[in-house]
């Protein structure tokens, strides 16, 4: 290894743990990377997660941001403002990310857009030689995850899914715990999202689209309508054409740590209640309240989510708790502590949070690409498609209000009516990708 590259390295490994930087500091250490140890990075959806996403890589001496795609020019340009201000190079702007996959210079695309373009742009991406980071969930639909996990094993190109707690120490560290047998034998388990900063959407009549958006290239493969902003940035989640609400914004993090914990990836049954309970006269589509009920035949899991309600189970907004016979262990992002069942264990103090997730996830992202070690990888495809499917699941059981049994065999349900909701069907000339 060069000194360099163990000098951008050491320098990276130190942001990923916190600490912080001036932008003069990282331009210099950026000054010093040679030419040839440069990862080209290119974002695609600049809103949101997006920014975040390529903020984390910037942090990255070794990473040059080259290329960005938004349908809205709006978008385009506050990007490239913020990533001047970092003292970075002016990126090469898109409207449509496959003029961008032209560019023999990217190494690595950023999918930071609404869900349901997810899995047309990482296919088209791993098709173009480039690695992924892609966000979570990983695709809008059954079919479209298993599509991409199909793709990702085709390619063999690194791809890590921004699930970035699985890059967060603590957690690893509470899994251990639960590894350890020390709870006793585990039975019931739950996971939990309460979003009190949310409210609701008004309703609020079509109109023109805004000046600087593709809005046909937004919808993609989603059913041709009229603009509404009820159903653009920021709100597109609340919308099944385009995502999945709660369960699958929050519950892909969250219970993706039932699925690790518990060394599990398909329930024998789900069964879901909901609705729109605490405003049922707004614009969203998706449940504002929500409980799932998981078999996995050895234990149980409940899911739970509530907008306009913030004080979730042991006084966190969201979490996770694994229920033992000699104690439960309760983890959220601030840490991980254990409540004794009597006198049957000792207490377990509150394990504290230490580093920044997402900068933690990124570099063991990048650590990969240089290294070819997608064994690696703290979230890969295989850690997306399962809790991208058992969250799906929740959502089919609370649609079709059948308890839904899963094939896993056949990849389909023994129930016809859910079995319509596996497939998206796209519109506008977009084909869902054959994989």
Not at 36 to 53: P, Q
Not at 62 to 75: H, I, L, W, Y
Request: contains cysteine; aromatic residues 10%; proline residues 5%.
């Amino acid at each position: 290894m060069t000194s360099t590259r163990r000098k951008f390295l050491k320098t990276a490994s130190l942001m990923a743990a916190g600490t912080v930087f001036s932008v003069d500091a990282l331009t210099k250490a950026r000054m010093s990377v040679a030419p040839s140890d440069k990862i080209n990075v290119a974002l695609v959806g600049g809103n949101s997660m997006g920014w975040s996403d390529l903020s984390s890589f910037l942090k990255n001496p070794e990473v040059e941001c080259v290329a960005v795609t938004d349908v809205d020019r709006n978008v385009l340009n506050r990007v490239t403002d913020n990533i001047i201000k970092l003292g970075r190079p002016q990126p090469k702007l898109y409207l449509n990310y496959r003029k961008m996959l032209e560019n023999k210079d990217i190494d690595a695309v950023i999918v930071a857009t609404p869900d349901h373009w997810h899995c047309l742009i990482l296919c088209d991406s791993l098709a173009a030689g480039k690695h992924v980071y892609v966000e979570k969930p990983i695709g809008n639909s059954i079919a479209e995850i298993n599509i991409m996990h199909r793709a990702v094993k085709k390619h063999q190109k690194i791809v890590q899914v921004n699930q970035w707690q699985r890059s967060q120490p603590h957690f690893v560290d509470a899994i251990n715990f639960i590894r350890s047998g020390k709870l006793g034998r585990i039975r019931m388990c739950k996971s939990w999202s309460f979003v009190d900063w949310k409210t609701a959407i008004p309703k609020v009549p079509d109109s023109d689209v805004p000046v600087g958006v593709d809005y046909n290239m937004w919808l993609g493969p989603a059913p041709k309508r009229r603009f509404n902003k009820t159903r653009f940035h920021q709100s597109w989640r609340w919308f099944w054409e385009y995502g999945n609400g709660v369960m699958t914004d929050w519950g892909v993090h969250l219970i993706d740590y039932i699925l690790y914990g518990m060394d599990k990836s398909i329930p024998e049954s789900v069964m879901s209640v909901g609705g729109k309970y605490a405003f049922p006269d707004d614009a969203m589509v998706t449940p504002d309240t929500q409980t799932a009920v998981y078999d996995f035949n050895d234990f149980s899991m409940v899911w739970e989510h509530s907008i306009g309600i913030g004080l979730g189970n042991w006084a966190r907004p969201h979490g996770m708790a694994y229920t033992g016979e000699n104690g439960t262990l309760v983890l959220d992002r601030k840490g991980w502590e254990v409540f004794p069942e009597k006198t049957r264990m000792e207490a377990v103090p509150l394990q504290k949070n230490v580093g920044v997730g997402l900068d933690l996830h990124v570099r063991n992202f990048l650590d990969c690409m240089i290294n070819n070690t997608p064994d690696k990888l703290n979230a890969s495809i295989d850690i997306g498609r399962n809790v991208g499917l058992v969250a799906m699941m929740g959502n089919i059981a609370y649609r079709t209000g059948e308890k839904v049994v899963w094939n896993d065999a056949r990849q389909e349900f023994t129930s016809k009516t859910a079995n319509q909701l596996i497939t998206p069907e796209y519109h506008n000339g977009w084909e869902l990708p054959d994989y």
